[in-house]
């Protein structure tokens, strides 16, 4: 098969995808999920449903897609803020204080029936544990620099930081976001 007809074929099947995972998400906002079906789906998306079943087998595998996307979107932005802040504990700022947002902002999901479909299984684990390891190694880094606490490990500060920066999505105002994270950084410094 010529290179431009399998670029194509793919461009194609990207955009069905994409059409799919978009009108996916748009009826659960507007409907919730036990009301979203596949022919819903495909008309929103402007596909046929047999077209739709090609590459989605239920509207769970579409939700699914589409979270991955959002996780991957999400570990996008970390690693920018990460990459564009200054000292080891600059860039552990800067990747807290984007965590801490990300979950203020994705509060709405939590707890909705939503949530139960999406954060459950291996996906949840493995962005879980990348999360982690991120943490843990602006840690290492900011602990070797001599600017946080060395008493505890980096495994454990991680584990600290994530549990408390997990609250954000609990709060009312970015401001209360950006306290949350303060106060994370606090008890992250060395004791004098």
């Known amino acids: 098969m010529p290179k431009i007809w399998t670029d ?3 461009t194609h099947r990207r955009a069905v995808q994409e059409a799919a995972i978009e009108a996916t998400a748009q009826l659960v906002a ?4 036990l009301s979203v079906t596949m022919s ?6 402007g596909i046929g449903r047999a077209t739709l079943y090609k590459y989605f087998p239920d509207v769970e595998a579409v939700l699914h897609a589409w979270h991955e996307r ?3 979107a999400h570990f996008e932005l970390l690693a920018h803020a990460r990459d564009h802040a200054g000292t080891p504990t600059k860039r552990l700022e800067a990747v807290m204080r984007a965590y801490a947002l990300i979950a203020h902002e994705s509060h709405e999901h939590h707890g909705t029936e939503l949530a139960a ?3 459950r299984g291996q996906e949840k684990v493995h962005a879980h544990q990348r999360l982690h390891t991120m943490i843990r190694d602006l840690l290492a880094d900011a602990v070797q620099a001599g600017d946080l606490r060395g008493d505890a490990s980096p495994d454990e500060l991680a584990t600290y930081s994530l549990h408390a920066l997990a609250a954000a999505s609990a709060l009312p105002s970015k401001a209360a976001v950006h306290r949350l994270v303060d106060v994370t950084l606090t008890g992250l410094q060395a004791p004098h």
């Open 40 to 45: 819903q789906i495909a008309e929103k998306a």
């Open 30 to 33: 507007e409907h919730g999920l």
């Open 70 to 72: 959002q996780i991957s």
């Open 8 to 10: 194509t074929i793919e």
């Open 117 to 119: 479909v999406l954060h």
